[in-house]
């Protein structure tokens, strides 16, 4: 069976990747992927550069600064992009032999068609703002835009099989061993 971890940025995916990591779970990270293969593969570069100019890349390295103000600009450019580089996410993910698929975008992305079961990871907004602001230095304005341009979380949560509250308080692993039951028992009924 394949598990989709999801949840909008500053959720805490990767928090919740780690603790399955120390169950021995290993968690395909699909933000990760993406910056590899945008770096690695010629294919990606070449088509990201015929459609974001050539300021995409610097000196061999992808110009982040470039790519994140085409992404902000508009919701085509957002959509353009997409469709270059999730293609080829999901083709190494599926290369990859793993079971488990992080997103932030999970739904948006289609990633959900390559898993059986979804689960969310949420937090308040405010934990996720402030997570976001300390991990990427910058303003909340800033946070709040890239918070905005992902489904509201309300909504993916409506979508997925299963929650993980990642809101400092509730107990991560207490919830995902009572997950990791819960999938154990749905696997066998598959």
Same mark, same amino acid.
């Given at each position: 069976m394949k598990i989709g971890?999801? $949840?909008?940025? $500053?959720?805490?995916?990767?928090?919740? !990747?780690? #603790?399955? !990591?120390? *169950? %021995?779970?290993?968690?395909?990270d699909c933000d990760a992927a993406a910056k590899r293969l945008m770096r690695t593969s010629a294919e990606l570069r070449r088509r990201l550069t015929a459609l974001i %100019?050539? @300021?995409? =890349?610097?000196? %061999?390295?992808l110009n982040k600064g470039a790519v994140s103000r085409f992404l902000l600009a508009s919701d085509d450019n /957002? *959509?353009?992009? @997409?469709?270059?580089?999730?293609?080829?996410v999901f083709d190494d993910f599926i290369a990859s032999g793993r079971q488990w698929m992080e997103s932030a975008i999970m739904f948006e992305s289609g990633a959900n #068609?390559?898993?059986?079961r979804v689960v969310a990871v949420t937090a308040p907004l405010e934990v996720r703002l402030e997570r976001i602001m300390h991990r990427d230095a910058i303003s909340r304005p800033q946070a709040l835009q890239w918070v905005q341009r992902q489904w509201p979380q309300e909504? +993916? *949560?409506q979508m997925a099989? =299963?929650?993980? +509250? @990642?809101? $400092? /308080?509730?107990?991560?692993? /207490? /919830?995902?061993?009572?997950?990791l039951e819960e999938l154990s028992i749905n696997y066998q009924t598959l």
């Open positions: 971890l999801a $949840g909008g940025i $500053g959720s805490g995916k990767s928090f919740v !990747a780690q #603790r399955l !990591a120390l *169950r %021995g779970i290993e968690v395909y %100019g050539p @300021n995409t =890349y610097d000196g %061999g390295k /957002q *959509r353009a992009v @997409n469709a270059i580089v999730h293609p080829a #068609r390559y898993v059986d909504h +993916v *949560r099989h =299963y929650e993980i +509250v @990642n809101d $400092g /308080q509730a107990d991560i692993d /207490q /919830q995902l061993d009572a997950l």
